[in-house]
């Protein structure tokens, strides 16, 4: 059982976390082990990310600081918050990826919602696990100039065929 000064601290260490970074994301971590979420937080650590357990009162009081309503009776389970300094996608899929891995069997890492404190909104859990499914910004521009290029390629491969049939017929 914390303190009130513990509570206190922790209240303006997550005021703080809200303003040095952009995203926050709210998961359930009910299922996993202390290895597994020790692994996640080196990960997201490692990635300049932080993973913190923080009590659903505490953090709506968090939020209220900041501006920002928080209804901690959306979000059942236990809170693991993700802060990150990143955009949404890039912590969206981070999560979103380590949640499939963990989640092949039954589910047992739920990403609740996010907050995109630049914006002040609310993202909802089913929306945040689309937008980590997307693929990289690297691979949709791939994609965008394949699609570009394709029918160039084709009318070029079209005007090849043509000139081989000339080449053809003046023999």
């Known amino acids: 059982m914390k303190t009130k000064q513990q509570k ?9 976390a809200f303003q040095k970074n952009e995203t926050v994301l709210v998961t359930d971590f009910t299922g996993l082990s202390v290895n597994e979420l020790t692994g996640l937080r080196k990960s997201l650590r490692a990635l300049g ?14 939020f209220e600081k900041e501006g920002i309503s928080f209804n901690r009776d959306e979000f059942p389970g236990q809170a693991g918050v993700v ?29 609740l919602g996010g907050f995109s404190l630049r914006e002040k909104a609310f993202i909802a859990g089913s929306e945040v696990k689309k937008i980590g499914a997307l693929p990289s910004r690297e691979i949709l521009l791939g994609q965008l100039v394949g ?20 080449v053809e017929t003046v023999k």
């Open 83 to 111: 802060f990150s300094p990143k955009n949404l996608h890039e912590t969206a899929s981070v999560i979103y990826t380590f949640a499939k891995e963990k989640n092949k069997k039954e589910e047992v890492f739920k990403i």
């Open 8 to 16: 206190e601290n922790q209240i303006k260490n997550t005021a703080q």
């Open 49 to 62: 990310m932080a993973y913190q357990v923080v009590k659903k009162r505490l953090l709506k009081i968090a």
């Open 147 to 166: 699609m570009l290029a394709s029918p160039i390629r084709s009318f070029l491969f079209v005007l090849h065929q043509k000139s081989q049939q000339t």
